[in-house]
């Protein structure tokens, strides 16, 4: 029989899809129209559009400038370093959380430690900006209320750079953790359990069934959120970065990232060079994800996402 071009599952299927499509349309397709600004020197007369319209073409002159800052180099070292130990450090502490909770027998303490890992992933930046002032203040925080407790000097916190890469590094896994965790989860949850019967019944210990069972099935998954996060290594969380912080300027080639330094430039009207910045980001995380997978593909065909 001759296959119907259209069936009422295509429709179905289709109107399923058009929210997510119109989304996409207007929140990642659109906005790619603003590409323009950094081939341009823009200048506000008008309108958007009469604006690009009236403003000049520069070619690459824009790119040019940026990499020419003095301060791009070490926000691309800052970008890059924190963003290494943040997929390394959240990785490890995500998979080997799920393996926990995963073996703990009773559920209702199973669910009340997702849920206190989960829960921090809700919160703002803006809020945890306030909650560590709170412990971080020069005059009021908690922090130098023990120190001095305990018969040390209070720290002005905002001013020495040296404690703030560890601290972003963990604040960045207490905020997200829960996530990895609930995705690893529900990867642990799909496994076909018939397998740990019968390694049971071989007599397997529940670290064998972990390292030769469960790890190996969730290998996939893992490696697929690696290869994404691995593609976002030019992209930093921009609230963390710049809210937590609080903007201080003894911090800032400390904690000065890509995206910081794009929103520094729009908010001193640089526009061009920021949507260089901006360009560059995704040209780099398209090149990223393509290359990693070109590798993992190499190294292992079933575990490639492409």
Not at 295 to 305: F, Q
Request: glycine content about 4%; overall charge positive; proline content about 3%.
């Amino acid at each position: 029989m001759r296959k119907k071009p259209w069936t009422a599952d295509d429709t179905q299927f289709s109107l399923l899809a058009l929210p997510t499509t119109v989304w996409y349309v207007l929140f990642a397709y659109l906005p790619m129209f603003g590409v323009f600004l950094a081939f341009i020197d823009f200048r506000i007369s008008g309108t958007f559009l009469q604006s690009v319209w009236s403003s000049d073409w520069v070619g690459f002159q824009n790119f040019r400038f940026m990499f020419a800052n003095r301060d791009i180099w070490f926000i691309i070292r800052n970008t890059l370093a924190y963003n290494a130990v943040i997929i390394v450090f959240g990785t490890f502490l995500a998979v080997t959380f799920s393996l926990v909770l995963s073996e703990l027998h009773n559920k209702f303490i199973a669910k009340i430690y997702q849920t206190i890992f989960f829960f921090p992933f809700f919160l703002s930046w803006v809020v945890v900006s306030a909650l560590v002032w709170g412990f971080l203040s020069p005059n009021m925080g908690i922090a130098n209320y023990v120190l001095e407790s305990l018969g040390f000097d209070a720290r002005n916190w905002y001013n020495e750079p040296r404690y703030w890469p560890p601290f972003l590094i963990l604040l960045s896994q207490w905020k997200g953790l829960g996530f990895g965790i609930v995705i690893y989860l529900a990867t642990i949850a799909s496994l076909d359990k018939e397998v740990y019967e019968a390694a049971v019944i071989d007599g397997a210990s529940k670290l064998q069934q972990i390292m030769r069972l469960t790890l190996p099935m969730m290998k996939r998954i893992i490696i697929l959120l690696f290869i994404l996060s691995v593609g976002r290594i030019f992209y930093s969380d921009f609230g963390m970065f710049f809210q937590v912080p609080r903007d201080s300027s003894a911090l800032y080639t400390t904690v000065a990232t890509l995206d910081v330094f794009v929103f520094t430039q729009l908010r001193t009207a640089s526009t061009g060079m920021a949507a260089a910045a901006a360009m560059a980001q995704a040209v780099t995380a398209c090149v990223m994800t393509l290359f990693v997978n070109w590798i993992v593909r190499k190294i292992d065909n079933e575990s490639a996402m492409i």
